[in-house]
């Protein structure tokens, strides 16, 4: 008997393995930049390994404000690897190919706390790993909005980010439309999840509308007018 169990519970685990395994997510750092203070920095104040373990818990955080948590949902993309990459750029950090680079120089020059800075920082950018740009037909505003989105919902805006209200257009990008998608998700909750699944292959502006039942346009102007900031 003891022995069924043990076959049992050997095939349930290679069965899990099997079903979930396809999908578990390696992560790796690189840094390139070690002789630089800004490398040094990285290694002294954040470090490899914290480093992984925020790239681990932004992919369970925006998989779930995505409603894509389940391995076996078809909307979710299948990613098997993210690296993240120190070294010497100009700019704070892009996404390519999976890839995040990170400047050292930000780190280096970075006044406050690098460390919740750099967790803030991989929440945007392990969110551009994982939404979806409507093969790159959505404009590049809200594609970085939804990134500050998540990074905002996770707890890691940054200090320097506009107050809701501000801003001159939705497609802004960044903090601004951030602000505002947290706007469009407090009207319907799970807005910004429908919204990153219909980017799947293409987009619209019409998405707003049929989500939300307003233009994009109208749901601006009135988000403006809560905040009066005209």
């Known amino acids: 008997m003891a022995q069924y169990v043990v076959v049992v519970c050997l095939i349930l685990v290679l069965t899990l393995a099997s079903v979930y395994g396809c999908k578990a997510v390696e992560y790796a750092v690189t840094n390139n930049a070690e002789s630089s203070t800004g490398g040094q920095r990285f290694d002294k104040e954040v470090g490899a390994d914290y480093a992984k373990q925020t790239m681990s818990s932004a992919t369970d955080f925006i998989l779930k404000l995505f409603q894509q948590n389940t391995n076996t949902d078809t909307d979710r993309k299948n990613v098997q690897k993210v690296s993240l990459i120190v070294e010497n750029i100009e700019g704070v950090a892009f996404d ?38 409507a093969n790159g037909q959505a404009p590049s505003g809200l594609i970085e909005g939804i990134a500050d989105f998540v990074r905002l919902k996770a707890g890691y805006a940054n200090l320097n980010w506009v107050p809701p209200g501000r801003g001159d257009d939705w497609f802004q990008g960044y903090d601004v439309t951030a602000r505002f998608l947290d706007y469009c998700n407090s009207i319907k909750n799970g807005f910004v999840a429908e919204l990153n699944k219909k980017m799947k292959s293409s987009y619209s502006d019409t998405y707003f509308d049929e989500l939300l039942g307003k233009s994009v346009t109208q749901l601006w102007a009135d988000y403006k007018a809560k905040y009066d900031t005209d």
């Open 96 to 133: 390519i190919n999976n890839e995040i680079h990170v400047s050292s120089s930000y780190i280096d020059e970075y006044p406050g706390d690098i460390k919740n800075e750099i967790t803030g920082i991989l929440y945007h950018e392990m969110t551009h790993v994982w939404q979806w740009d």
